[in-house]
């Protein structure tokens, strides 16, 4: 057996060791994966999304849910929803998992780039999902995770990180959306297992990239929440 292989079913058995007959997903699903660069990178054959996409191969066999990735680096609420139609609308998704809001923060203090102010990341946030629930699709809206990975609130954006992720589960609770809270996820994490108050290099290669183990996070995280 294989270490990917040793990987993929640690995470088949956390997601759906206990909950035969219980989760959602059909083999007719089409789930599209919106975001920015982590979203792109996750298509690697690394990536968080090609974990999941293995894990329910696993799981369906060859008629598994179709997967789709539509990450795109550097991109923000207002990026996601000039290009939703394009990107998501048109694939007709029966799933769209948004996982948006780094760049939204991190470009306030990024020299040549421009922050989402707060209301147009909420009023944003609120079209891309009338837009995706309007075609008929389910939303579930991860909360941005990091930028940088010191577990005592003194990373720069913390403060204003913490703010966009209150408004993306505020967001969710108010579309009837499933939250996915990689932000709750990641602090929890990096306060059990990253003893050395490191700025990376626990889950991220840079702070805000995921490196292999932070993929493998995140796809056990969002592997979770498609089965609730």
């Not at 294989?2 to 759906?16: E, G, Y």
């Not at 849910?65 to 990450?71: H, L, R, V």
């Not at 470009?107 to 079209?127: A, I, K, M, S």
Request: hydrophobic fraction near 35%; charged fraction near 25%.
């Amino acid at each position: 057996m294989t270490l990917q292989t040793s990987i993929l079913s640690l995470i088949w058995l956390v997601v759906f060791g206990c909950s035969v007959g219980q989760q959602t997903l059909t083999n007719s699903d089409r789930i599209v994966f919106l975001g920015d660069s982590i979203t792109e990178l996750g298509m690697k054959p690394s990536g968080y999304v090609t974990l999941i996409e293995d894990s329910l191969q696993q799981k369906f066999g060859s008629k598994t849910p179709e997967i789709i990735g539509a990450g795109v680096s550097g991109n923000k609420v207002p990026d996601l929803q000039g290009r939703l139609e394009r990107d998501v609308l048109s694939k007709k998704p029966t799933i769209v998992i948004v996982y948006i809001g780094i760049n939204d923060v991190w470009h306030f203090v990024t020299p040549g780039r421009t922050g989402t102010p707060r209301d147009d990341y909420q009023n944003g946030l609120e079209d891309i999902i009338a837009r995706i629930q309007g075609i008929g699709a389910r939303v579930i809206l991860c909360t941005p995770s990091v930028i940088g990975e010191k577990f005592d609130g003194t990373n720069p954006q913390d403060k204003m990180l913490d703010d966009y992720s209150e408004i993306s589960r505020n967001v969710a609770k108010k579309t009837g959306s499933v939250v996915c809270d990689l932000r709750k996820d990641f602090v929890g994490y990096l306060r059990t297992h990253n003893p050395e108050n490191k700025e990376k290099e626990v889950l991220t290669v840079d702070g805000v990239h995921l490196n292999d183990q932070g993929n493998r996070f995140v796809a056990s995280e969002i592997l979770k929440t498609l089965t609730q």
